[in-house]
């Protein structure tokens, strides 16, 4: 009769520290490429993942996402700027395309931290400021529909009504244009869309007295700042709130 092998106890506990200390190398590595800003490097590291077993949620919460926490608060700090935060948010981009899909063969869904709808008021094409808002909301949990630029206060009601999303982020970087936020708030009270659904406005000339004024919930003056508040909107929806940074 063969015997069996022994498996020690001791063993099981090595191999696990090994696999344990193996993760969090990659964990490390995913954070530093979206730091550094690199989206060959984020993309190659989230293949490797998948490739070595990680799941795609650990990936992204363990690994990339504490990388955009950390940039973020460079950025508030002002030891990072913009074309860097611009650089991580196209690292996180790309890690991203490659792990959402692994979601849908696994036949599940990430948590959603709630539903936004986002865009760049009607009359402006600015767009650069508006896609970091919904790349780092994405990253932060959020589902995020960008619906681009010259939006039309309609289409944003139609959309938020569709999606029945929690919260419309309207961006404009003129002053001229500012004036077409108030519209889409409009646009929301005729749908029947307030005050469930909160809005939230950015932009180089809007202020937090403009934001109050058209009857917004809330004004941030940069995109982490966005990210902030549309958390705090999310926890506490029954308050309008204004979050100037982080």
């Known amino acids: 009769m ?7 106890v001791t063993d099981l506990c090595a191999a696990d520290a090994v696999q344990f200390a193996m993760r969090e190398k ?9 730091i550094d800003g690199v989206p060959e490097t984020a993309r190659s590291l989230a293949q490797e993942a998948l490739a070595t077993g990680i799941l795609p949620l650990d990936a992204i919460s363990n690994g990339f996402v504490p990388g955009m926490h950390e940039v973020g ?17 196209e690292a996180m981009r790309a890690a991203m395309v490659v792990l959402e899909p692994e979601f849908r063969k696994l036949g599940t869904e990430r948590p959603t931290a709630g539903i936004v709808v986002l865009g760049t ?9 508006k896609s970091l808002v919904g790349t780092l909301l994405s990253a ?6 960008d619906l681009g630029v010259d939006v039309p206060g309609e289409q944003f009601a139609i959309k938020a009504r569709e999606l029945r999303a929690n919260i419309v982020g309207v961006s404009a970087l003129l002053t001229t244009t500012m ?10 009270d005729r749908a029947g869309l307030r005050p469930g659904t909160k809005v939230i406005v950015g932009g180089a000339p ?9 009857g917004a919930d809330g004004y941030a003056k940069d995109a982490m700042a ?16 204004t979050v100037e940074s982080v």
């Open 2 to 8: 063969t015997e069996s092998p022994v498996i020690h």
């Open 140 to 145: 932060h949990g959020f589902r995020v529909h």
């Open 226 to 241: 966005a990210v902030a508040l549309a958390q705090t909107l999310m926890a506490q929806s029954a308050t309008p709130v």
């Open 206 to 214: 809007v202020t937090r007295r403009w934001a109050e004024e058209i």
């Open 179 to 188: 004036k077409n936020q108030r519209g889409v708030v409009e646009a929301l």
């Open 26 to 34: 990659s964990y490390s590595a995913m954070r530093q490429s979206i």
């Open 121 to 129: 008021t009607k009359g402006d094409i600015h767009e650069i400021g």
């Open 73 to 89: 608060e460079q950025f508030g700090r002002h030891q990072v700027f913009l074309p860097d935060m611009m650089a991580s948010a």
